[in-house]
């Protein structure tokens, strides 16, 4: 089993960023993809972004690529989600997600199998 702890959220304006960090514990963490997804109030879960166990593929969703941008690091446990040039549309509740190796798409919310707490981002405009 695996653990996810986000942390990073927070109050910002539009155009501002945030670093989003999730810590994992309890299983080797480079045996699991990892994924970032958000909810904002009344919405569906969405994806955001993607990447794999060894950080050698990443996937975005269209309405983030070229503002946010996932990492991981293995020998830390750790995975972030730096995002830049917020927009009040950003503004949900954030989530790490974690999944055994697969080759299903990563956008896909049932093929995740931990998750964590979330954490939240507010953009004012």
């Known amino acids: 089993q695996v653990q996810l702890v986000e942390s990073g959220g927070g109050l910002v304006q539009a155009g501002g960023s945030l670093r989003l960090s999730c810590a994992a514990s309890?299983?080797?963490?480079?045996?699991?993809?990892m994924g970032w997804f958000r909810q904002a109030p009344g919405k569906q879960r969405d994806f955001v972004a993607a990447?794999?166990?060894?950080?050698?593929?990443?996937t975005y969703a269209e309405s983030v690529k070229g503002r946010f941008t996932i990492s991981r690091d293995n020998a830390k446990n750790t995975g972030a989600l730096q995002m830049n040039d917020l927009k009040p549309e950003d503004t949900a509740v954030y989530y790490c997600?974690?999944?055994?190796?697969?080759?299903?798409?990563?956008?896909?919310?049932?093929?995740?199998?931990?998750w964590g707490q979330g954490t939240q981002v507010t953009v004012s405009s």
């Open positions: 309890g299983s080797i963490f480079s045996y699991y993809d």
């Open positions: 990447i794999n166990w060894s950080g050698g593929s990443v």
């Open positions: 997600a974690a999944r055994y190796l697969s080759n299903v798409g990563s956008y896909l919310i049932p093929s995740y199998d931990y």
